[in-house]
Each structure stands twice: as C-alpha cells, then as structure tokens.
C-alpha cells in the first residue's frame, strides 16, 4: 500500500526524513484523481526516472469557476489509492480543502499573457487556480521533477513558464497524450459521457486525423484546417458547440501557416461534458 497523507506537515517531515537518509530522489505527479490511463503513464513515467514517487489528489476548488463541475467531479479516494498501489506509488498525498485553503488565504499566482487565451478565455480564472495549487503543491512535496501530461497543453506550458520565472528547482517531464484504442483521450470527465455521447466525442480525435491528412496533402493554411475541423466535428450528434479550435505553435503563438511541430487545440461540449484535447501536427 503507498503511504496516504492528508496533513501538510506530516507529508513534509515524511520526506524530508527519507531524503535526508537515502539521498533519495522524488517524482511527484499532481493530479484531481479518478485516476486512469494517462495517469498510470506519468506514474510510470516517474517511476522509471526517480527513487520515490508521490501522486497528489485533490480536487482544487480554486481553478473551478462558478456553474462549473466541481461538486460533480468524480472522486473514489479508494479505487485511486488501490491503482497507485497497482502501480507501486510510494506515497499519497491527498489533503482535505481546508487543509491547502485554511481561512484567510488571499495568494494568487497569475502567469500573464498566457492564461487568458484559448482556455482561459471560456474558463476565466481558471489558470490562476491551476498556478496557485501547483505552486502549493510543488513546496510541499519538493520533488526533484514534476510530471504533467500534454492532454493539458496550456496548463503545461503554464506551469513551465511558472517554473523558469519563478526559479523554481525542480525538472518539469511532460509525457504525450494517452488515448483510449478508438482515440478519445483518456479524461476523468469521459465518465459524464453517455454511450452515444462517447461515440460523438471520437469525432475529435477524428478531426485530428483528417487535419493532419490535409496538412500531409500540402493544404497549409491554418483557417482552411480550423475550417474543415469545425464542421467536420459539428456534423456530429450531442455535439452541442465548440468553443474553440486554433493552431498555435509549440509555445502557443497563433499560426497562420502551419509548420511542424505546431498544435490542434480544441475544446468541444458533447452533451453536457466540456471536453479538451490537442494534436502535434507534422507537414
Ligand atoms: P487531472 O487529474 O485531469 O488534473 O490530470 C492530472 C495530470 O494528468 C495532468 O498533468 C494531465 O495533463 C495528465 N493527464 C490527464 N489525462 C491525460 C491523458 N489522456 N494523457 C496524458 N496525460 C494526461
């Protein structure tokens, strides 16, 4: 079983002490829990680079805006620690809200420029959150490198920007999107989806395969590709509206003329479920 923690100080003096001894060094993956697929990867993923591994899950109030999901997020603290114990997590650190929130909290960290597009523009405030809890998190667990997948593409180049402004010591490892055989990305929030629903939100990896048909076929503007996304993933059932679809490149700058190396970013509602996902796109 992987050691639960849901005091601040009691995860601290747990490792500090076992650094102090063995000189070991530490993996931490930040995540909300419900753990799956992709989870297992940047466990794995730490595993393989690092001595001890430490997964957080907590459900952070703060990166939720209002009329959100937060109350409806799926949270099984037992079934995500027996997967950590599957996977051979060291320890688990899983604080209550008030714990990480204690009264009288007023900090807020707020990464200009980038938070406010794409993502942010639809769901504001919501990287604020997302920057604070890291930060949190990372002087807490003070690990060695932090593990964070590229299903969240801006929040990744976020918290890398985060790191490097704020000097931060600790090697941000970012893994590649894990998806399901059929292409869905693997997402807590999958579970909203109906069956129907599930079979409607395929049309976004589909997209993605089409684009990059397109882009291989020498069609290089990034309007015609956002074009033939949209109505591709549109012509779709439950598809109720999609927020966004853009091609940036790798550090999130709009493109006009597509390159390789830039990125798909979408975010869909299928149904009642917001779904985001992205594409690495060679020419
Ligand atoms: P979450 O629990 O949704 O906050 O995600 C925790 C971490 O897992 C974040 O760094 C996510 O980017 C990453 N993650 C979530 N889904 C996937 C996926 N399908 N593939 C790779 N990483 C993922």
Not at 13 to 20: A, D, Q, T, V, Y
Not at 204 to 225: C, H, M, T, V
Request: with cysteine; proline share 4%.
């Amino acid at each position: 079983m992987p050691l639960l923690f849901k005091g601040v100080k009691e995860l601290r003096n747990h490792i500090n002490s076992i650094r102090k001894q063995e000189k070991a060094s530490v993996g931490f993956v930040p995540t909300m829990g419900f753990l799956h697929d992709g989870h297992k990867e940047l466990i794995r993923t730490s595993k393989l680079q690092n001595d001890l591994t430490v997964v957080s899950i907590f459900v952070n109030p703060m990166q939720f805006g209002e009329g959100e999901d937060y109350d409806r997020y799926p949270r099984d603290l037992d079934r995500d620690l027996a997967i950590c114990e599957e996977e051979g997590v060291d320890i688990v650190f899983a604080p209550p809200v008030e714990k990480m929130y204690p009264e009288g909290f007023r900090t807020e960290v707020v990464v200009k420029g980038i938070e406010d597009i794409l993502e942010g523009k639809f769901r504001q405030g919501h990287f604020r959150g997302v920057a604070t809890v890291v930060l949190k998190l990372l002087n807490i667990v003070n690990p060695n490198r932090a593990y964070f997948g590229e299903k969240d593409y801006q929040q990744l180049k976020i918290i890398e920007r985060m790191v490097t402004d704020l000097n931060l010591p600790v090697e941000v490892v970012s893994v590649p999107i894990v998806r399901e055989e059929d292409g869905l990305a693997y997402s807590s929030r999958n579970t909203y989806l109906s069956e129907e629903e599930r079979e409607s939100a395929l049309s976004i990896y589909r997209s993605f395969l089409l684009a990059q048909k397109l882009i291989k076929n020498g069609n290089l503007e990034a309007e015609n590709i956002k074009v033939a996304i949209r109505e591709f993933i549109l012509s779709h059932p439950n598809v109720k509206k999609i927020d966004y679809v853009e091609i940036t490149d790798e550090n999130l700058n709009r493109k006009d003329i597509i390159e390789s190396g830039d990125r798909i970013l979408v975010a869909v509602w299928v149904g009642n479920t917001r779904l985001i996902d992205n594409w690495k796109v060679e020419v």
